[in-house]
């Protein structure tokens, strides 16, 4: 049976006004699909990014955007025997969230313990299970050493925080205001610098007594690039996973010489859940540590689906902390 829906649908990138609320009506689900009815939806800045036409959408226009959400399966296909009708799920995916339901295949879906809520299952996919693979992939960091991650009252830089202090890590925090700051430390980070009053790469040399970071974590891009370098030590490691500000421009790899034989990478959550195994280890370790209480998932925004448009405008103005989630029932 067809499914009466909304969703937000973009005819044209740009800015936040593009993002439209419409009316539609799913088909069945596909054999190996399933239909969630969402309780909530993440927002993350990616989202932003394939709103404005820096990440392409693959389908093309028009689209709708998203890649997060959690809520209870309203319907299967013939050939799903992983979830049950009104089963608890949340998933990371292709684009196509920002609605009241979707069809998604079944083998993205990962059951919800009772432990966890649906607005802190949405919330927590993407940004969750990137901070697993930032933590425990990109660079595994162990206890004793020293990490620098920027944007650190951002929805990643909240968990990530808890999870290096549970891990034993030193994690110094940039943040742009000093009440951001005073919300990272208050999530598991040693130190936070105010990157509007201080040059981040003089401090972390103040704060580690020139001995520098091991790693560096950077959702940034382009503004926090070259400081960063100047923050690892000899043979640390540059770990890219955004631009924000920016993408990073072109550089002379020499650079990673001249700085200690520096090493770069620029992973995404995709290529670390790309099969069902991976898929369930990552997820795996993220409800553990979230399930343990080593981690909490700070839901601090909740804007209406049909409001999405508000949501980027505050997302872009840098004036959110921790996650920041749609309801699609509001």
């Known amino acids: 049976m067809s499914t009466p829906t909304e969703r937000i649908v973009i005819h044209q990138t740009g800015g936040p006004e593009v993002l439209l609320c419409e009316s539609s009506t799913l088909p069945d689900p596909g054999p190996d699909e399933i239909v969630v009815e969402h309780a909530a939806i993440g927002l993350n800045y990616i989202d932003v990014y394939f709103r404005t036409g820096l990440y392409p959408a693959p389908s093309g226009i028009p689209f709708t955007p998203g890649h997060e959400g959690a809520g209870k399966v309203v ?23 920002y609605a009241r339901h979707r069809i998604i295949k079944a083998a993205i879906a990962v059951k919800l313990p009772d432990a966890i809520s649906d607005e802190s299952g949405a919330a927590m996919m993407l940004k969750g299970m990137t901070a697993r693979y930032l933590l425990r992939k990109s660079f595994p960091v162990s206890e004793g050493k020293i990490a620098l991650f920027h944007a650190a009252a951002g929805g990643v830089g909240l968990i990530a925080g808890q999870w290096m202090k549970h891990l034993g890590v030193t994690a110094i925090g940039t943040a742009g205001s000093d009440e951001k700051c005073a919300l990272a430390k208050q999530h598991g980070y040693t130190h936070c610098i105010n990157y509007q009053t201080q040059n ?14 091991d790693v560096v974590y950077d959702s940034v891009g382009k503004s926090t690039f070259m400081g960063s370098l100047d923050c690892l030590k000899p ?95 509001t």
């Not at 319907?75 to 969230?97: F, H, N, Q």
């Open 235 to 329: 043979f640390g490691t540059f770990v890219s996973f955004g631009n924000a500000s920016g993408p990073v421009e072109a550089f002379d790899l020499g650079l990673l010489s001249q700085k200690g034989s520096l090493y770069i990478t620029r992973p995404t959550l995709f290529a670390h859940i790309a099969t069902r195994a991976m898929l369930e280890e990552t997820a795996g370790d993220l409800i553990d540590v979230v399930t343990s209480g080593a981690v909490t998932i700070p839901v601090s925004q909740r804007f209406a689906l049909k409001d999405a448009a508000e949501a980027h405008r505050a997302l872009e103005a840098r004036a959110t902390t921790g996650a920041t989630i749609l309801l699609p029932n």
């Open 200 to 213: 981040f790469a003089e401090e972390v040399a103040k704060l580690t007594d020139g001995g520098n970071c």
């Open 75 to 97: 319907a299967i296909g013939a050939e799903v025997d992983t979830v049950a009708v009104g089963d608890r799920v949340a998933y990371v995916g292709p684009l196509g969230s």
